[in-house]
């Protein structure tokens, strides 16, 4: 591995018409909801349901139709209803290594613009922790088809509509 320089951190807003409570719950109760199904890690996959372990330590994975899992991260952090941060295992090749120094951190707030609107900040940092595919890390997550994609998923499941398709990195 190459000497990386420190990346920028990723960092995406939307603002949902629903209390934050509800914001944070469909976030990680429901990420089956709303995460697309193409996203996940390994060929030959296909994935019946995404699950977050809402406790320090708990998984963040997904579970295959042939019962195999796939676990993508781990629970760092969590306050709820205003606060959920969890390591990010997956790499520049889109394989998983649970070292932790190779792991960037995904933190997701949430803040209430008044009783029936909320704000989703997430801040992907230390993607430059992924080694010499960082850079294309850090394109991949930070552009369209990336966490934009998944928090407009994320809020059309909340209000109402179909989720949006994934978008065009």
Not at 1 to 8: F, H, S
Not at 54 to 59: L, Y
Not at 120 to 142: F, N
């Amino acid at each position: 591995m190459t000497n990386q320089t420190t990346l920028a951190p990723v960092v995406r807003d939307v603002v949902v018409r629903a209390p934050v409570e509800t914001c944070y719950r469909v976030f990680v109760e429901g990420l089956d909801t709303w995460w697309p199904r193409e996203h996940h890690i390994g060929v030959d996959r296909t994935v019946a349901e995404f699950r977050i372990e809402p406790f320090v330590g708990g998984r963040c994975y997904d579970i295959d139709t042939a019962g195999g899992e796939s676990v993508w991260g781990t629970v760092l952090a969590l306050d709820p209803p205003r606060r959920f941060l969890f390591a990010w295992h997956v790499q520049a090749d889109w394989t998983i290594d649970p070292d932790p120094s190779r792991q960037s951190e995904v933190e997701v707030t949430f803040t209430a613009v008044d009783a029936e609107t909320t704000t989703v900040r997430l801040e992907h940092r230390g993607i430059e922790r992924h080694g010499d595919g960082a850079p294309g890390m850090h394109t991949a997550v930070g552009g369209r088809g990336g966490w934009s994609s998944g928090l407009d998923r994320l809020s059309d499941v909340i209000e109402g509509p179909p989720p949006r398709p994934l978008a065009d990195a």
